[in-house]
T-cell receptor, first 111, second 113 residues
Framework: DMKVTQMPRYLIKRMGENVLLECGQD?????MYWYRQDPGLGLQLIYI???????SEGDIPKGYRVSRKKREHFSLILDSAKTNQTSVYFC??????????FGAGTRLSVL | GDSVTQTEGQVALSEEDFLTIHCNYS??????LFWYVQYPGEGPQLLFR?????EKGSSRGFEATYDKGTTSFHLRKASVQESDSAVYYC????????????FGLGTTLQVQP
């Protein structure tokens, strides 16, 4: 069963705290992504990873970093979270760098 | 750079109405075009895609035809149901096979019973 799993689903943090969002996929997909979704702005690409330790900035990487040490696992890290990072974060993976499979999302609130 | 424009931000219809959501793109060559659908509380999921001029994609009664002449990929459905209420995203694969998808801003479809 092809699946992208995101943990946690909901998270509340205080400004300045560190945040770790985790994503796993069971399809052995090479490429993984982190997007954020905000009202009126659609889906914005934060980072893309082409394989283990092969990461590339997306359109809005500032304030974020990523880690991919295993093909099936991709983490998004917010060092010292800011209130404007309150959003819904989606992880996705793809095999042919074409069709994306998305997780259910993590709703992050930074107070 | 490449871009996708969805004209309608929100669409409100009644069941059995005809649906059109407009999608126009700007890109060089022949990008792959996609329609994704996002139901409440879920991530987007692929509805269908098309890779060549005049190719029709279809799924679940929805369809769209790749038109390079008008740089369009409009989504249509002849008779919508309440269960079709969702957000619909048009997208294209960026140049250079980078794996980056460029999404439109999305269209929220609300279907009343």
């Amino acid at each position: 069963d092809m699946k992208v799993t995101q943990m946690p689903r909901y998270l509340i943090k205080r400004m300045g705290e560190n945040v770790l969002l985790e994503c796993g996929q069971d399809m052995s997909h090479e490429t993984m992504y982190w997007y954020r979704q905000d009202p009126g702005l659609g889906l914005q690409l934060i980072y893309i990873s082409y394989d283990v330790d092969s990461n590339s900035e997306g359109d809005i990487p500032k304030g974020y970093r990523v880690s991919r040490k295993k093909r099936e696992h991709f983490s998004l890290i917010l060092d010292s979270a800011k209130t404007n990072q309150t959003s819904v974060y989606f992880c996705a993976s793809s095999f042919s760098q074409n069709t994306l499979y998305f997780g259910a999302g993590t709703r992050l609130s930074v107070l | 750079g490449d871009s996708v424009t969805q004209t309608e931000g929100q669409v409100a219809l009644s069941e059995e109405d005809f649906l059109t959501i407009h999608c126009n793109y700007s890109a060089s060559g022949y990008p792959t075009l996609f329609w994704y659908v996002q139901y409440p509380g879920e991530g987007p999921q692929l509805l269908f895609r098309a890779s060549r001029d005049k190719e029709k994609g279809s799924s679940r009664g929805f369809e769209a035809t790749y038109d390079k002449g008008t740089t369009s990929f409009h989504l249509r459905k002849a008779s919508v149901q309440e269960s079709d209420s969702a957000v619909y995203y048009c997208a294209l694969s960026g140049a250079g096979n980078t794996g980056k998808l460029i999404f439109g801003l999305g269209t929220t479809l609300q279907v009343q019973p």
